[in-house]
């Protein structure tokens, strides 16, 4: 089973910068379709960015513009460009392979990066 180690977290003032970075294990990386997932403090989990195994992307509507989420299929990783970040974006970030048009997450979750963006 895939497993999965986010890396890249920090605090940034608003309009800062990060990128986060996802290492994916298993065999057969190229196959899968990936999304990036976040959590604030007493919401639920949703989807910021998704990546298809043939490159198609999908964003949450309020990174867009501001988020790019990319792959390197040689290198097994996700990779997460945020800039312009607002304070809303504070959360924990995830990645996870899912399925289906909803963007399932499938895999087990890995301990996530924190990201906090101060006012």
């Known amino acids: 089973q895939v497993q999965f180690v986010e890396s890249g977290g920090g605090l940034v003032q608003t309009g800062g910068s990060l990128r986060l970075s996802c290492a994916a294990s298993?065999?057969?990386?190229?196959?899968?379709?990936f999304g990036w997932y976040r959590q604030a403090p007493g919401k639920q989990r949703e989807l910021v960015a998704a990546?298809?195994?043939?490159?198609?992307?999908n964003y949450k509507d309020s990174v867009k513009g501001r988020f790019t989420v990319s792959r390197d299929n040689a290198k097994n990783t996700v990779a997460l460009q945020m800039n312009s970040l607002l304070p809303e974006d504070t959360a924990v970030y995830y990645c996870?392979?899912?399925?289906?048009?909803?963007?399932?997450?499938?895999?087990?979750w890995g301990q996530g990066t924190q990201v906090t963006v101060s006012s």
């Open positions: 990546i298809t195994s043939g490159g198609t992307t």
């Open positions: 996870n392979y899912y399925v289906g048009a909803r963007f399932k997450p499938t895999g087990s």
């Open positions: 298993g065999s057969a990386f190229n196959i899968y379709d």
